[in-house]
């Protein structure tokens, strides 16, 4: 009987330690055909790029600690790339896909096996077509569920929903892009935004196009909120019910609520909401934000977040979003934004700065004789206005490849000004080239990013390839080095991979250089990324062979 009871107590013993066993990192395979489409929106049919005939895209999901494949072909008449947005690709450059930056763009009929391990991250990204205009159309969310047993760092919701929000051309947007380029003018706007690839009920023939969830009364729902437009940071509420925000860029947040949310281009957005009113049928809305005096969309996007039961008779509540041009709302909401900061998830902010960077943000005109005005809009950073390689920067890196770009991107801009003042309509010599930022591996580097009123303020979204940093200021006017680093947040700053400058501000980001590759560092509006608002960081390899860039696949597409 002894015996029988300790070969019992062994095999209970046995089973325990089995089911506390982490879960084995899966394999997910997936096969995207970039294809084009017959697509109908606001009464207009047309031809359009997508992926798996889809608008938006599939959504991929994952676990933490997962391998990703996900075999592209390209069936389009563009050459293309896609990028994970926000994944953070350690010594993986080869995986990141912006075109002419990490690979060259897998060319008509080829394909391209994008492979990569999700390390250390969960929550909500993106994935997006990293060339020209395509990422119009050619985009879809990343879900990354937390390891089995890890429960959110927030109540668990019953049900979750993908939205994601973005923009419709009636005409073609390649088209749209290269009209505005031979014009050297801005192209046409978008003609509707979108919530799921559908404008809803208030625009025409949109019957068929509105988005709906249905919901219980008393049921927790997690909004997981992408904003894939190209140029339109957005507004987005929900009538009479309130947002509580917990995650933002797939990293969790101190929770707060709120009835609206600002989501710049780029950026994603995890939200809580409670179905605790009248049951029926409510808006929620998309519409853009903009504190310059400058055009954009300003449509409202509409779905329906419609309570079981309710008859679709029944008309939606529109909610009460914030004025167009809210600069206050805008301010208040991002420094609302902080890290969880706890043991589990801390905020490992660096404390000491081995590089100080500043960057300006010009917008400016070039002389161009064959445009509608003789002139050429133009964009920079530092002065600098990035010319696109035709070598990929991480190919002739890692390849030893001459003349593709130069390590001497200035870390500081060469004039002095008062970068926020008076408007001026110069470019202080503004000049073009392939120029990048030679980083040390390891290094702490600090970039305060300053817009200027060269020609108008406006408020640039910009994106990290490679890193998430964190957001240590922010403020209006011009930076202080002397006075503003003093009130800098260094205990809980939010930690993100694409951050909104404020419209004639600053934003301080820092970040710990330890992902060795070649990094795009870009304006998220793809206008301005268009006219050259960009640039890209070289960071060396570290000591050893385990911090060293990973070699390239075999297939790797090839200019």
Not at 330 to 341: D, P, Q, R, V
């Amino acid at each position: 009987m002894g015996k029988q009871t300790s070969f019992l107590g062994f095999l209970v013993f046995g089973f325990l330690c089995f089911i506390c066993l982490p879960a084995e990192a899966a394999l997910k395979k997936y096969q995207f055909d970039v294809q084009v489409s017959n697509v109908s929106r606001l009464c207009h049919a047309k031809q359009m790029v997508t992926v798996n005939g889809r608008f938006p895209g599939p959504t991929i999901y994952a676990r933490e600690g997962d391998r990703v494949q996900i075999n592209v072909t390209n069936n389009a008449q563009y050459n293309l790339s896609i990028h994970w947005h926000g994944l953070k690709q350690y010594r993986n450059g080869w995986a990141d896909g912006p075109a002419y930056i990490t690979q060259c763009p897998i060319q008509t009929g080829n394909s391209y096996v994008y492979d990569f391990n999700v390390t250390g991250q969960r929550g909500t990204l993106w994935w997006h077509a990293h060339i020209l205009w395509l990422r119009a159309t050619v985009y879809g969310a990343i879900v990354i569920l937390p390891q089995q047993g890890t429960p959110f760092p927030f109540p668990q919701p019953d049900r979750e929903e993908v939205l994601v929000l973005g923009e419709w051309w009636n005409a073609d947007v390649e088209a749209v892009e290269k009209q505005g380029n031979a014009l050297g003018i801005p192209p046409n706007m978008s003609d509707a935004h979108t919530i799921n690839g559908k404008p809803g009920p208030l625009f025409p023939c949109s019957e068929k196009h509105t988005f709906a969830m249905e919901v219980e009364k008393g049921k927790t729902y997690l909004l997981r909120i992408i904003n894939a437009a190209l140029n339109d940071e957005l507004f987005f509420s929900l009538a009479n019910h309130t947002f509580t925000v917990v995650e933002i860029d797939a990293v969790y947040t101190k929770p707060f609520t709120t009835e609206a949310i600002l989501i710049a281009p780029g950026q994603t957005t995890n939200v809580l909401v409670r179905a605790n009113q009248v049951p029926g049928r409510y808006f929620m809305a998309a519409r853009a934000f903009m504190d310059a005096p400058i055009s954009v969309d300003n449509k409202t996007a509409t779905a329906i977040f419609q309570y079981k039961g309710i008859p679709e008779t029944v008309l939606p509540k529109l909610p009460t979003l914030p004025a167009q041009n809210d600069s206050n709302f805008a301010l208040s909401y991002n420094s609302k934004l902080k890290s969880l900061n706890t043991p589990k998830y801390p905020a490992n902010v660096p404390l000491n700065v081995d590089r100080h960077l500043l960057f300006t943000v010009g917008l400016g005109i070039n002389p161009c004789p064959t445009c509608l005005n003789g002139t050429r809009l133009t964009a920079s950073l530092n002065n600098i206005s990035f010319v696109m390689p035709q070598t990929a920067l991480l190919q002739s890196h890692y390849f030893n490849i001459k003349g593709v770009y130069t390590p001497d991107f200035p870390d500081k801009p060469p004039t002095p000004f008062n970068f926020t003042g008076a408007p001026l309509t110069a470019n202080l010599r503004t000049n073009q080239g392939t120029r990048i930022s030679k980083i040390a591996f390891n290094s702490t580097v600090e970039i305060v990013i300053q817009d200027t009123n060269l020609l108008s303020v406006e408020s640039h979204p910009f994106h990290l390839h490679g890193y998430n940093f964190f957001v240590v200021g922010t403020g209006v006017g011009n930076f202080d080095p002397k006075k503003d680093p003093a009130k800098y947040n260094l205990i809980d700053p939010i930690e993100r991979n694409t951050v909104g400058v404020p419209t004639g501000g600053w934003t301080a980001i820092r970040f710990r250089a330890d992902n060795p590759g070649v990094w795009f560092f870009h304006c998220h509006l793809e206008l301005h990324t268009g006219w050259g608002l960009k640039t890209a960081f070289l960071v060396e390899d570290g000591p050893g062979s385990d911090h060293n860039i990973l070699p390239p696949p075999k297939d790797l597409p090839t200019c």
